[in-house]
Each structure stands twice: as structure tokens, then as C-alpha cells.
């Protein structure tokens, strides 16, 4: 199947922790981003990266560390763990600008637990 | 950066009835404006979107509308099946930016059997 992958899909952990998320898509696209959807539902733009090159750097705190070892994954790091990290992770990706690039392709999430 | 409102945050329909999102945003350069359906424990999914150069956009139960001078766009969804529940979100991106999509703040639809 082509489409963007996210594991894990359930992580709960102790405050205090560093833990990571992974994303990977098959799609061919040159951007992957990161989306946090709070409690509420609101989804808010994390980060940003273009063939490896981070492009959005949202006011996120510096315990979170995104990485892209490739054009296909997009990983998520975060530090020393707090209660209000709490929320669904969402990777996405889109095409070039020149292939309807501003189309973007959600992941199934991922529900990060903090206790 | 750009803002978008969206309006109602809930929406209860009857099966059948029809339903409608607006959404409302602030950088009149924006150009693309794409809606997404959430069902309950899965990722946005993308279900229609309209450019700029169009006013209006359908595809069979689903069409999109937009206003350019009033910098408003809405999506009407006929014929409401009980699958159509889920929340929707709208957005807007100024397209060959900088790959900011802005959400609103989602509407959350039920169809009643």
C-alpha cells in the first residue's frame, strides 16, 4: 500500500522520558511534516522539512527534536517528557510544488501517553 | 500568519439532510483550500479541495464553495449518510509558500439514523 506510516501508534510513558516516533512514506514526496492535534482536536504544525532540509520550525520547545535521515522518513524525538506533551502525533507529506504540492497526506497518528 | 475560523464546532443532521461548514480566513493570498474528514482513532483524510481560480467545486455528495471578496469558503454535504459523521476540518495554505497548511478549528458532525 502507498501511503504515510507512523509507528508506533499507541506510547505511553513516565514524565521524564525521551522517546521517539517514526514516519515513513512510500508516496515519493519531497515534504514531511509533523502535526500536533490536542485534546480538542486542534491540529497545529510542528515542523517542516523539504528533501532533508527543515523549511517550518513552529514555537516548539527545543525537547523536541525532528530528523530526517532521508526524503522518506521524518522522525520525531522528544526529551525529558511532560504531562502536557500528551496528544496525537500526526505525520504528513506532499508532492512537489509542480505535482499539486500543497496537497498534504496524513498519517494514522500516533496517541502519546504522558503519566 | 494565516487564521481560519470555522463555524458551527458541532453539527447535528438528520440522514438525508444536508450539512454545511464555513470557514472563514485572513491572507487574501491564500489560494489552496483543502477540507479533511477525521473519523474517530484515524488520521485527516482529504475529501475535497477548491484553488482560487474556482468558485466552486463538486464531486458526487460533497462540493465546495469560495468567496474570494469575502475570504469564505464552505462545504455542503447532500444526501447525509450515518458514515458521514466525523469531524471536519478546512484549511488554507498559501500555495508556493512556505508549506504552512492552517486549520480551523474542526466541526464535529453526527447523522441521525
Known amino acids: 500500500d502507498t501511503a504515510v506510516s507512523q509507528t508506533p501508534k499507541y506510547l505511553v510513558t513516565q514524565m521524564g522520558n525521551d522517546k521517539s516516533i517514526k514516519c515513513e512514506q512510500n508516496?515519493?514526496?519531497?515534504?514531511m511534516y509533523w502535526y500536533k492535534q490536542d485534546s480538542k482536536k486542534f491540529l497545529k504544525i510542528m515542523f517542516s522539512y523539504n528533501n532533508k532540509e527543515l523549511i517550518i520550525n513552529e514555537t516548539v520547545p527545543n525537547r523536541f527534536s525532528p530528523k530526517s535521515p532521508d526524503k522518506a522518513h521524518l522522525n520525531l524525538h522528544i526529551n525529558s517528557l511532560e504531562l502536557g506533551d500528551s496528544a496525537v502525533y500526526f505525520c504528513?507529506?506532499?508532492?512537489?510544488?509542480?505535482?499539486?504540492?500543497?496537497?498534504?497526506?496524513f498519517g494514522p497518528g500516533t496517541r502519546l501517553t504522558v503519566l | 500568519g494565516e487564521n481560519v475560523e470555522q463555524h458551527p464546532s458541532t453539527l447535528s443532521v438528520q440522514e438525508g439532510d444536508s450539512a454545511v461548514i464555513k470557514c472563514t480566513y485572513s491572507d487574501s493570498a491564500s489560494n489552496y483550500f483543502p477540507w479533511y474528514k477525521q473519523e474517530l482513532g484515524k488520521g485527516p483524510q482529504l475529501i475535497i479541495d477548491?484553488?482560487?481560480?474556482?468558485g466552486e467545486k463538486k464531486d458526487q455528495r460533497i462540493a465546495v464553495t469560495l468567496n474570494k471578496t469575502a475570504k469564505h469558503f464552505s462545504l455542503h454535504i447532500t444526501e447525509t449518510q450515518p458514515e458521514d459523521s466525523a469531524v471536519y476540518f478546512c484549511?488554507?495554505?498559501?500555495?508556493?509558500?512556505?508549506?504552512?497548511?492552517?486549520f480551523g478549528a474542526g466541526t464535529t458532525v453526527t447523522v441521525r439514523a
Open positions: 477548491i484553488r482560487s481560480n474556482v
Open positions: 504528513a507529506s506532499s508532492p512537489p510544488w509542480t505535482s499539486g504540492g500543497d496537497t498534504q497526506y
Open positions: 484549511a488554507a495554505i498559501l500555495s508556493g509558500g512556505d508549506y504552512k497548511l492552517s
Open positions: 508516496l515519493g514526496h519531497d515534504t
